[in-house]
């Protein structure tokens, strides 16, 4: 099976992860005259309408506003009427709206930064080197694309946005895979640092570091100036994120106990965690390098599944979601669980089905908010039963034929069916009536449901296609998974 491309992935951005801290290269890709910036307002990117057209195999009718530095920069002014220096906005170690940081009080507990804009760094376009750390931006490194949350500033600032286009809900905007992976990256960073305004230790606001990739908490804020991953405020006790990892939270703790010199420090590092506070000032903790809260992806495995002779697929709905609406059966992977282990566990939970076999299909980066799809094939045993009363999480579930599915798939022909054709897809269903579902192009009455299925731009659709394609038939380079003999 040849690769699959979906829709908001394969994007062809230089990240640069490794000058997300350096100041001396961002400030210069800040102010570069090749700078574009993209625009987003409650999450909705500013776009720019265009005649449709099929690009790659997906419509495309809209393309994203960028604008160039001398306008953002405007914007970015509280007066509107001056140029903000680049310095201004990030500082030598990558560290957002530095001045802002630098006037507020470690001890304070309301967020400091709400009525900054959010500013990341999403890498570099057409670069042909890589830049040296501590470096400004040099022309072979691409032209630096950023995004920019200007929600705070939306009131005073909206007549000149409007100029360039108008927000538009992402799930609504169809733009070009390139663009479409640039606003997906920039939507799930974007919401990200909204939903993360407090440290998870000590309940103190954040701030973003690392060109808008990482979190850091206030408390490290210095007295004098700015602020420092490394050292503590001196004006107010410090956070445990100063001396020990966020990551694997749980368990760098314990280990701190560890290395602590003195029962007393053990004891009150106990009652501050099960208080959620963390009143340490300068004691004797053996330090590890200092804290930052990573980025977060939900990984979500989505399957198609078909039965024992793979000629029919398994799918689901929910109540909520519209008449004749069906998609394939997916769930969030849970700690300590294979992909495999994950598709097996939530179409036995949905569906009560067991799965054997399980082959990669493709993934879809989905930043609503922050999503990462894993499209799994897999083959159901033998004489499978659907039932739908363990976690009922789905209000029906059926397997449907080829046949039908290639129906659907034509979009010059609607599927309708009578509520007693669909329960024909039913594995109890008993009926002396052997008439095939009808596939016409006639007009939908309310004695007919009209079949459908996700749309192009999501993975379910891309997984159902190539099933029912025939897409689906590769060398086993793809397989994850076998079914145990204990599972």
């Not at 809209?62 to 009427?81: C, D, F």
Request: net charge negative; with cysteine; hydrophobic share 35%.
């Amino acid at each position: 099976m040849s690769e699959v491309r979906n829709y908001y992935s394969g994007g062809s951005t230089n990240r640069l992860s490794w000058m997300r801290q350096s100041g001396t290269f961002l400030g210069s890709a800040l102010s570069s005259p090749q700078a574009r910036y993209i625009l987003f307002h409650n999450l909705k990117p500013l776009v720019i309408d265009q005649p449709s057209e099929t690009i790659d195999g997906f419509p495309v009718s809209n393309k994203l506003s960028s604008l160039p530095w001398q306008e953002v920069a405007l914007m970015l002014s509280p007066t509107g009427s001056a140029i903000v220096d680049p310095g201004e906005v990030v500082d030598p170690s990558g560290t957002m709206w530095p001045k802002q940081l630098a006037s507020h009080s470690a001890n304070a507990r309301q967020p400091v930064l709400d009525q900054c804009p959010i500013i990341i760094f999403l890498g570099t376009d057409n670069s042909t080197e890589h830049p040296e750390v501590d470096k400004s931006l040099q022309p072979g490194h691409g032209s630096p694309v950023w995004a920019i949350d200007v929600t705070p500033i939306y009131e005073r600032t909206s007549r000149t946005l409007l100029q360039h286009g108008r927000f538009l809900d992402m799930k609504k905007a169809t733009l070009a895979l390139k663009e479409a992976n640039l606003a997906a990256q920039a939507r799930a960073l974007i919401d990200w640092n909204l939903r993360n305004k407090f440290c998870a230790a000590c309940g103190r606001p954040t701030y973003s570091a690392w060109a808008g990739w990482k979190l850091a908490c206030t408390s490290n804020i210095q007295k004098h100036g700015g602020a420092d991953d490394g050292d503590l405020a001196t004006t107010s006790p410090g956070c445990v994120t100063n001396s020990f990892s966020i990551q694997n939270f749980w368990y760098v703790f314990l280990q701190g106990l560890l290395v602590l010199k003195e029962k007393s420090l053990r004891l009150k590092l106990i009652e501050s965690l099960m208080m959620q506070f963390i009143e340490l000032t300068s004691s004797p903790i053996i330090r590890f390098d200092s804290t930052v809260f990573v980025t977060r992806t939900d990984p979500v495995c989505i399957m198609g599944i078909t039965n024992s002779t793979g000629d029919s697929i398994l799918l689901g709905r929910k109540s909520v979601w519209p008449p004749g609406f069906y998609s394939c059966l997916a769930g969030f992977i849970e700690p300590g669980e294979s992909i495999e282990d994950c598709c097996r566990r939530e179409v036995l939970e949905e569906a009560g089905v067991e799965v054997n076999s399980v082959t990669y299909h493709s993934s879809q980066p989905w930043p609503f908010p922050g999503s990462l799809m894993i499209g799994v094939m897999g083959r159901a045993a033998e004489n499978p039963h659907i039932r739908l009363d363990l976690d009922k999480e789905l209000e029906d579930a059926k397997f449907f034929p080829r046949s039908l599915i290639l129906g659907v798939l034509d979009s010059s022909k609607k599927t309708e069916l009578t509520e007693d054709e669909l329960r024909r897809f039913d594995d109890n269903y008993k009926s002396s009536v052997t008439v095939d579902p009808v596939v016409t192009a006639q007009t939908s009455s309310s004695s007919k449901i009209h079949l459908t299925i996700p749309p192009p731009t999501a993975i379910a659709h891309q997984i159902i296609r190539s099933w029912a394609m025939n897409d689906d038939q590769n060398d086993g380079k793809g397989k994850i998974g076998e079914r145990r003999s204990n599972y």
